[in-house]
Protein backbone atom coordinates (compact mmCIF):
# COMPACT_ATOMS: atom_id res chain seq x y z
CA UNK A 1 0.00 0.00 0.00
CA UNK A 2 1.05 3.23 -1.00
CA UNK A 3 1.78 6.21 2.18
CA UNK A 4 -0.49 8.83 1.82
CA UNK A 5 0.94 12.46 1.72
CA UNK A 6 1.22 14.57 5.24
CA UNK A 7 -1.76 17.35 3.58
CA UNK A 8 -3.97 14.47 2.40
CA UNK A 9 -3.68 12.78 6.01
CA UNK A 10 -5.11 15.93 7.66
CA UNK A 11 -7.64 16.56 4.98
CA UNK A 12 -5.93 19.29 3.79
CA UNK A 13 -5.39 20.31 -0.39
CA UNK A 14 -2.19 19.59 -1.29
CA UNK A 15 0.18 22.55 -1.19
CA UNK A 16 0.83 22.37 -4.91
CA UNK A 17 -2.74 22.89 -5.59
CA UNK A 18 -6.13 20.87 -6.06
CA UNK A 19 -9.17 20.98 -8.59
CA UNK A 20 -12.59 22.43 -7.87
CA UNK A 21 -15.69 20.86 -8.69
CA UNK A 22 -18.33 22.92 -10.40
CA UNK A 23 -19.93 23.23 -7.07
CA UNK A 24 -16.53 24.15 -5.56
CA UNK A 25 -16.32 26.84 -8.32
CA UNK A 26 -19.41 28.24 -7.31
CA UNK A 27 -19.43 28.71 -3.91
CA UNK A 28 -15.62 30.36 -4.13
CA UNK A 29 -16.48 32.65 -6.98
CA UNK A 30 -20.88 32.91 -6.15
CA UNK A 31 -21.61 32.85 -9.66
CA UNK A 32 -24.12 30.79 -10.93
CA UNK A 33 -23.31 27.65 -13.25
CA UNK A 34 -25.21 29.31 -16.21
CA UNK A 35 -22.69 32.33 -15.27
CA UNK A 36 -19.50 30.39 -14.91
CA UNK A 37 -20.37 28.70 -18.41
CA UNK A 38 -21.06 32.23 -20.03
CA UNK A 39 -17.63 33.52 -18.62
CA UNK A 40 -16.09 30.76 -20.16
CA UNK A 41 -17.92 31.18 -23.60
CA UNK A 42 -16.64 34.57 -24.06
CA UNK A 43 -12.94 33.88 -22.58
CA UNK A 44 -13.79 35.36 -19.29
CA UNK A 45 -13.09 33.07 -16.84
CA UNK A 46 -10.18 30.21 -16.55
CA UNK A 47 -11.32 27.26 -18.68
CA UNK A 48 -11.91 23.77 -17.34
CA UNK A 49 -10.06 20.89 -17.49
CA UNK A 50 -11.11 17.67 -18.23
CA UNK A 51 -10.05 14.57 -15.60
CA UNK A 52 -11.74 11.93 -16.70
CA UNK A 53 -14.32 10.81 -19.20
CA UNK A 54 -17.04 12.62 -17.10
CA UNK A 55 -15.66 15.07 -15.26
CA UNK A 56 -13.90 18.11 -15.48
CA UNK A 57 -12.39 20.85 -12.86
CA UNK A 58 -10.74 23.83 -12.12
CA UNK A 59 -7.40 24.43 -10.94
CA UNK A 60 -8.28 26.48 -7.83
CA UNK A 61 -5.25 28.93 -8.08
CA UNK A 62 -7.05 29.87 -11.82
CA UNK A 63 -9.81 30.61 -10.41
CA UNK A 64 -8.07 32.72 -7.10
CA UNK A 65 -6.03 34.59 -9.50
CA UNK A 66 -9.30 35.37 -11.64
CA UNK A 67 -11.20 36.69 -8.42
CA UNK A 68 -7.92 39.07 -7.23
CA UNK A 69 -8.13 40.69 -11.15
CA UNK A 70 -11.81 41.23 -10.59
CA UNK A 71 -11.98 42.58 -7.06
CA UNK A 72 -9.28 44.83 -8.52
CA UNK A 73 -11.49 45.71 -11.80
CA UNK A 74 -12.97 49.25 -11.77
CA UNK A 75 -16.49 47.97 -12.86
CA UNK A 76 -16.35 44.37 -12.22
CA UNK A 77 -20.22 43.06 -14.59
Do not use: H
Request: proline letters at 4%.
Amino acid sequence: MRAMSAAKLRGQPSDRGRFLRIDDTIATTGLSRATVYRYIEKGDFPKQRQLTRRCVGWWEADVLAWLEARAGAPDAT
